[in-house]
């Protein structure tokens, strides 16, 4: 099957790109670069170093003898995005294509609607170029668990039937998402719905937890295949950057109180969850939700995690609880439930020891390149 990785130059599209080569897909990579260009906007770099993107692929054909077809520009670019689908003719696109961070997306006016237009128009542009000439195409998008918020019930997979007034009816999960990037994801999902239900187009939104690791198998066979392992207070995302933070014998950044609770997966779920969604296409005209993570944790308990971790093997590791940057509860009820990918076999990798000391030793291995100015929080949502 021909699977178009839009977004394939990150860290969960390059580590998807790879391993769906490596399990026999004919796999394309879509991506503008623009994030490399962020990076340098805000004068921040990965942990580790990544290689180019034409370097890294030549670097897997020679490792495999696979080779995956490379397409560079933005998919806001209608003419681009047509062009490259209609020249690598997919079967499945999975769309990780976006500006992904919530800080990000709070710095001023201009980053919000750098944003939103970025995320927005770029799926819409997708959802007509499969409505043009893809109709049969799955298109698998990349959304978040942050698009529901922290309600004070249950979280279903994307779908809540309700009895109001005596009458009942199935409905999309009411959504409280906490930035303009969550938000940018709400409104994807709402023009997703929309174009499967007039057009009959078929889609999974794959609503994911915070992604945390970074060797996968085919990532970890060669150092120019490295993946991307942010820790700044921009890009950098929770579990990650404790590791890098207790290699470097820098307190544990503990946003508030720290009972904030999500959901966590290992980027080898990452991977797996999207090689099982393409695997099980819906029906055609069906907006498909499936809750992508294997576990809870308050960021509180994670913090206590890492500086056990890091105790034994050696490191001092202290927790501070800074002023919170962002507005959201910090004690809250919080169970989302994550049966849909289960049910169509995904075994987890569940958050373990050997885990915590795998990556505390990776990010012990680069702690040279961390600057140190980089990882104190810089962007408040009240500002
Ligand atoms: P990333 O920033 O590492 O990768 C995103 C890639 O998309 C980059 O290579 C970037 O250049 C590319 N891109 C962005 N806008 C583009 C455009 N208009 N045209 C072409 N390419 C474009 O992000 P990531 O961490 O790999 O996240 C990938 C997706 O998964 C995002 O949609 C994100 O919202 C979602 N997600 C990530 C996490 C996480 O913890 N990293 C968790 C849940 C969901
Ligand atoms: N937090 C800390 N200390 C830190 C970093 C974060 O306490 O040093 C807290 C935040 O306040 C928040 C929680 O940890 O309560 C998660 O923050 P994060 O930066 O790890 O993750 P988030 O901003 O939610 O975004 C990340 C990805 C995003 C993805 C999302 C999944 O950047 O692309 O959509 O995780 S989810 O959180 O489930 O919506």
Not at 154 to 174: F, S
């Amino acid at each position: 099957m021909k699977v178009l990785v839009i977004g394939g130059d990150g860290y969960c599209g390059w580590a998807t790109a790879l391993h769906l080569s490596n399990k026999g897909y004919e796999v394309g990579i879509m991506d503008s670069l623009v994030r490399r260009h962020w990076d340098m906007e805000i004068c921040v770099e990965t942990l580790t170093p990544i290689a180019p993107i034409q370097q890294r692929l030549q670097r897997w054909k020679d490792l495999t003898g696979k080779s995956i077809d490379l397409f560079i520009g933005d998919i806001n670019n209608y003419d681009f995005l047509s062009k490259g689908m209609n020249q690598f003719q997919p079967e499945a696109i999975v769309h990780f294509g976006e500006q992904r961070s919530a800080p990000f997306s709070m710095i001023d006016r201009e980053h919000a609607v750098l944003t939103q237009a970025n995320n927005v128009i770029g799926t819409l542009n997708i959802l007509y170029a499969m409505q043009q000439d893809f109709p049969d195409c799955h298109l698998v998008k990349l959304g978040t668990m942050g698009e529901y918020g922290t309600p004070n019930i249950d979280i279903e997979e994307g779908y809540i039937t309700i009895e109001h007034n005596g009458r009942k009816d199935t409905l999309p999960y009411p959504k409280q998402p906490g930035s303009f990037y969550h938000l940018s994801k709400v409104h994807d999902s709402h023009n997703i719905h929309f174009a499967c239900k007039i057009w009959g187009l078929r889609a999974t939104d794959l609503n994911q937890g915070v992604v945390y690791g970074v060797l996968t198998e085919e990532t970890g066979m060669d150092e120019l295949l490295i993946n991307r392992l942010d820790y700044d207070g921009i890009f950098g995302t929770a579990l990650n950057r404790f590791c890098i933070q207790a290699a470097i014998d820098h307190p544990l950044t503990v946003y508030g109180k720290g009972g904030q609770t999500r959901g966590f997966l290992d980027i080898r779920d990452t991977v797996r969850c999207v090689e099982i969604a393409i695997a099980n296409p819906p029906d055609a005209g069906k907006f498909r939700v499936f809750n992508q993570f294997t576990e809870m944790f308050s960021i509180a308990d994670l913090a206590e995690m890492v500086q056990k971790a890091g105790t034994d093997m050696g490191l001092k590791v202290k927790i501070e609880h800074l002023d919170n940057p962002r507005v959201e509860l910090e004690q809250h009820y919080f169970n989302a439930k994550n049966t849909n990918l289960l049910d169509l076999g995904l075994q987890p990798h569940y958050l373990s020891d050997s885990l915590l000391d795998s990556l505390l030793n990776f990010a012990t291995k680069y702690k040279h390149r961390v600057d140190k100015n980089q990882i104190l929080p810089k962007v408040s949502w009240r500002r």
